[in-house]
């Protein structure tokens, strides 16, 4: 059972726009910025998308991230075949003195 | 380039121990905090450890508290993990993540993973 709650799957056509959500509580969302992650079959994760919409150096602006109290999205519009992954949400919790993740969701472009 | 290689990984049985290596290179390692990310076969991320850039400051999952050990060496810039007492649900990929300047629980370079599997 993750920390964090993220649907198990997600899918779309090409083109199309695409949303993740992550739920948390107060002591990881609710306090601290999220970090997604994208993983693609057979390899390591990779930084997506860091204090809550921020892109790293070389990710497309198709992907887009927002946080709202204990809850975050990540968005991904004009949805590409080579966008099929596993998408995970992380943050810090102050409880745990860790970094959370969720439980990730499989993307599937149709 | 950033370049995070980890090592060490094999079968073990339960109970059993194993010392995981994470190679960096490409950055002033002694410069970063680091991690131990963890992800069993066909399931997600499960965050282990964290070591701060000294040492000094370090952190574990409850999963793995009183168990597994994380250190550094700065001279040979490396990042290990001692795992003890290990059982079949420590099964999974273990990654070396560098936490990023940027941001709170960043993790900015992953390396490849390293395969440890507990069974008898």
């Known amino acids: 059972q993750s920390v964090l709650t993220q649907p198990p799957s997600a899918s779309g056509t090409p083109g199309q726009r695409v949303t993740i959500s992550c739920s948390g509580s107060s002591s990881n969302i609710g306090s601290y910025s999220v970090n997604w992650y994208q993983q693609l079959p057979g390899t390591a994760p990779k930084l997506l998308m860091y204090?809550?919409?921020l892109r790293p150096s070389g990710v497309p602006d198709r992907f887009s991230g927002s946080k709202s109290g204990t809850s975050a999205s990540l968005a991904i519009s004009g949805l590409q075949s080579e966008d099929e992954a596993d998408y995970y949400c992380?943050?810090?919790?102050?409880?745990?003195?860790?970094?959370?993740f969720g439980g990730g969701t499989k993307l599937t472009v149709l | 380039q950033v370049q995070l290689v980890e090592s060490g990984g094999g079968l073990v049985k339960p109970g059993g121990s194993l010392r995981l290596s994470c190679a960096a290179s490409g950055f002033t390692f002694s410069d970063y905090y680091m991690s131990w990310i963890r992800q069993a076969p066909g399931k997600g991320l499960e965050w282990v450890s964290y070591i701060s850039s000294s040492g000094s400051i370090i952190y574990y999952a409850d999963s793995v508290k009183g168990r597994f050990t994380i250190s550094r060496d700065n001279a040979k810039t490396s990042l290990y993990l001692q795992m003890n007492s290990l059982r079949a649900e420590d099964t999974a990929v273990y990654y070396c993540a560098r936490y990023s300047k940027f941001g709170t629980g960043v993790y900015d370079y992953w390396g490849q993973g390293t395969l440890v599997t507990v069974s008898s």
């Open positions: 204090s809550n919409d």
């Open positions: 992380g943050a810090w919790d102050n409880s745990l003195n860790g970094v959370v």
